[in-house]
């Protein structure tokens, strides 16, 4: 879940803790935890509701004065692709903190779903159509799952790619719960062994 850089404080002093979203299917899941910023939150519950049921309560919760205030916000972070008829859903979270949910435990998390495993992907699309050359991702995540352990420089020199580059690149990666360091060179988390056998069915797919 994405949140607007001026929302992070308010969350996690916990003046935050319910945001409204309209989605064609269930994005989030109740027990999930997903990162923010430097720390991360846990999904509490995701209710579709109408309209007419947002409190005031709730909507000061989500960082509104009003239900209208909600629905015009709700509006208006729609992006262009998105249905803004959709359901629309009240999400509750909590706070975790920064040191209460760190980078290793997102790793080991691979128990996703599919809206969570699908989020994770179009991140990584993301980054690809950011990217100044070629798709970088998963020829990166499979370098690493072909050779845990391997020094970045050997690595980057295997894909012709430049060392400071490549563990920029790595560092995206791990920021997402996809890599691990190790003493010398990464391996994949479970996470990230999750996600990468995902992309290489839809890479096989995509060649039958």
């Given at each position: 879940?994405?949140?607007r850089q001026s929302d992070l404080d308010a969350i996690a002093n916990g003046d935050i803790t319910i945001s409204f979203r309209r989605w064609k299917r269930r994005q989030a899941t109740p027990g999930k935890a997903h990162r923010l910023g430097d720390g991360a939150i846990e999904?509490?519950?995701v209710d579709p509701i109408a309209e007419s049921e947002i409190t005031h309560n709730d909507a000061r919760a989500s960082g509104c004065e009003s239900?209208?205030?909600v629905l015009a916000a709700v509006q208006g972070h729609l992006r262009r692709d998105q249905d803004p008829n959709a359901q629309?859903?009240?999400v509750e979270f909590r706070w975790l903190g920064s040191e209460q949910q760190p980078r290793e435990r997102l790793a080991a998390n691979d128990q996703m779903d599919d809206?969570?495993?699908d989020e994770v992907l179009t991140k990584l699309n993301k980054m690809d159509a950011r990217a100044a050359s070629v798709?970088?991702?998963q020829p990166t995540l499979a370098a690493i799952h072909d050779h845990p352990?391997?020094?970045a420089g050997d690595l980057a020199d295997a894909q012709r790619r430049d060392t400071a580059q490549f563990k920029r690149d790595v560092r995206k990666l791990k920021a997402l719960g996809l890599t691990?360091?190790?003493e010398v060179g990464y391996r994949l988390s479970p996470r990230g062994e999750r996600v990468f056998a995902a992309l290489s069915d839809r890479s096989r797919n995509a060649k039958s």
């Open positions: 879940m994405q949140f999904i509490v519950a239900p209208q205030e629309l859903y009240r809206a969570e495993l798709p970088w991702t352990g391997r020094r691990t360091s190790l």
